[in-house]
C-alpha cells in the first residue's frame, strides 16, 4: 500500500510496463460465490491495466484476446477467464458520504470476443466497480514480472495484500478472523476447512512462494485463545534482492529480473541525493499529475543498473531520463485531453447512432402511415364509414370536433387507421 497524500486518487498514478496499479478495494476483495482461478487473477488484473486510462467511463475496453494467454496456443483459457469474471460475485467494503457499506458485484460487466484466433476482447466494468475506483485512494504496485511466476493463486492473492501494506509507515502487521483469510485468498467453501489443513495446504506454501520470489517477507502466525486458533496475524517486511535470490535457489523458484528495480551485478555504492523541497515542488509542476518520488527511485534503480556516473544536477537529469525513456515531456494534462476528446467522440457517436436510428424510426412510422392510409381508401365506402363511427364512438370531444373539421385528414384519425393496418397485418 502506499501512503499518498489525502487528495491523491488511485487513477491518478500511472501504470508502467514494470508495475500494475491496482486498487485496494480489488485487493482485499471477498469472494461470495464461485471461484476464481490463477489465471482469471492474472487475467484481471491485465484487463484493469488495459483500461485504466478510461475505467471510469461506461465503455468498451478493448484488448488482443492473444495478450491474455500465457504458453497456450488457442484463446479458449482467456475465454474461460472472462466468463467466470462476469459470473463469480464478489463483494469489498466502501465508504460513501461518511457512511460504511459492503458492495457486491461481478468484477466484469458484459463482454464481447471475436471468433478468430487474433480477435478481440471487448469488455466493461459494473458501475459498482467503476464507482469504487473512482473514489479509491489506496493502492498496490505490483510487478508485471512476478504475475507470471506464481504457481497458486493463493500465493498470488497473498503478495497483493502484502504489497498493498508494504509502505505503511508505523504498521507490520494485521489481524484477520480465518474467514477473512479464506476468503480473501480464495479459498472455496468447504475445501480445507479445519485449520491445520489450510495452514498446510495454503498459508505455508503460498508465504513460502511469495517469500521466495519476491522483495517482501511475510508470515501467517495463529492468534489463539487456550489451544484453539480463533485468528491469524499477517505481518510483512521488506527484503534486499539479494535475500530474494537465495530465497529462490532454495526453493527452486525463478527469479524474473525487474526492469525498473533490478540490482548491478557488482553492488554500487552511488547513491543520489534526496531532492529538497523545492525541486520536488518544482518537478511536481512541470509534472502534474505523476507520482514523482516513485519514479525517482526507478531513476536510481536505473542508474544502479547501467552503472551511470552520479549527475552533478539530479532534477536536469532526472528530468531528461523522464523524457528519453518514458516519454514523458509535461504535465498529464496531454493525456488527459486525449482522454476527454476520446470520450467526447464516444458521446457524439452515441449521439449520431441514436440520432441515425430515431430517424429510422420516423421513416418507417411514415411509410406505414402511408400504407395504411392506402388501405383505408381502397376498402369499400360502407367499410369506410363503419370504421369513422367506430373512431366518433371511441374519440374524446377534442377528437370528435378535429374529425369533424378535418375528416379523413385529422392526424388522431389517421393513427386510428394506422393501429387497425397494423392488426390486420401483424
Not at 228 to 255: F, H, I, M, Q, Y
Not at 344 to 352: P, Y
Not at 355 to 364: F, Q, T
Not at 378 to 406: H, M, T
Request: charged content about 30%; overall charge positive.
Amino acid at each position: 500500500m502506499q501512503a499518498p497524500k489525502p487528495h491523491t486518487k488511485t487513477l491518478e498514478q500511472r501504470q508502467t510496463e514494470a508495475h500494475i496499479v491496482k486498487p485496494a478495494e480489488l485487493i482485499d476483495f471477498k469472494e461470495v460465490s464461485g471461484g476464481l482461478t490463477l489465471a482469471d487473477r492474472r487475467v484481471y488484473n491485465l484487463l484493469l491495466a488495459n483500461a485504466w486510462d478510461t475505467i471510469k467511463e461506461p465503455v468498451l475496453h478493448v484488448i488482443r484476446l492473444h495478450e491474455l494467454r500465457s504458453s497456450n496456443q488457442d484463446n479458449n483459457r482467456p475465454r474461460d477467464s472472462l466468463q467466470r469474471l462476469m459470473k463469480i460475485v464478489v463483494s469489498f467494503d466502501v465508504e460513501e458520504e461518511g457512511i460504511k457499506r459492503t458492495v457486491l458485484t461481478q468484477l466484469l460487466g458484459p463482454c464481447k470476443l471475436d471468433h478468430n484466433p487474433q480477435g478481440l476482447a471487448y469488455y466493461t466494468f459494473p458501475e459498482p466497480i467503476r464507482a469504487a475506483l473512482g473514489n479509491s485512494s489506496v493502492f498496490a504496485r505490483l510487478r508485471r514480472d512476478l504475475l507470471c511466476q506464481f504457481r497458486s493463486k493463493y500465493a498470488l492473492s497473498l503478495y497483493e495484500m502484502a504489497q498493498k501494506r508494504i509502505n505503511l509507515a508505523y504498521k507490520t502487521s494485521e489481524d484477520f478472523t480465518i474467514d477473512d483469510i479464506r476468503k480473501k485468498l480464495g479459498v472455496e467453501k468447504g475445501l480445507y476447512s479445519a485449520y491445520q489443513s489450510l495452514n498446510l495446504r495454503v498459508l505455508k506454501p503460498a508465504v513460502s512462494e511469495v517469500n521466495g520470489i519476491s522483495d517482501i517477507d511475510c508470515l501467517f502466525e495463529p492468534i489463539l485463545e487456550g489451544r484453539k486458533t480463533v485468528g491469524l496475524r499477517l505481518s510483512w517486511r521488506k527484503k534486499d534482492l539479494e535475500n530474494t535470490v537465495k530465497n529462490a535457489k532454495r526453493t527452486d523458484l525463478k527469479v524474473v529480473e525487474n526492469k525498473s528495480q533490478s540490482p548491478t551485478p557488482e553492488k554500487t555504492e552511488k547513491r543520489l541525493r534526496e531532492l529538497d523541497t523545492r525541486e520536488c515542488e518544482q518537478l511536481k509542476k512541470t509534472f502534474f499529475g505523476y507520482d514523482i518520488y516513485s519514479l525517482y527511485n526507478e531513476f536510481q534503480h536505473w542508474i544502479d543498473k547501467t552503472q551511470a556516473d552520479i549527475p552533478e544536477n539530479p532534477p536536469a537529469a532526472f528530468t531528461n531520463w523522464l523524457k528519453k525513456y518514458y516519454k514523458i515531456t509535461g504535465p498529464q494534462q496531454a493525456h488527459e485531453d486525449r482522454t476527454v476528446k476520446q470520450n467526447a467522440e464516444i458521446k457524439q457517436n452515441a449521439a449520431a447512432e441514436a440520432k441515425r436510428a430515431e430517424k429510422e424510426k420516423l421513416a418507417r412510422s411514415q411509410a406505414d402511415m402511408a400504407l395504411s392510409i392506402e388501405w383505408f381508401e381502397a376498402l369499400p365506402e360502407g367499410e369506410r364509414k363503419a370504421l369513422e363511427s367506430a373512431f366518433l364512438a371511441a374519440s374524446n370531444p377534442v377528437d370528435i370536433g378535429g374529425f369533424k373539421k378535418s375528416g379523413c385528414d385529422y392526424i388522431g384519425f389517421r393513427f386510428f387507421i394506422k393501429k387497425l393496418w397494423h392488426m390486420k397485418h401483424s
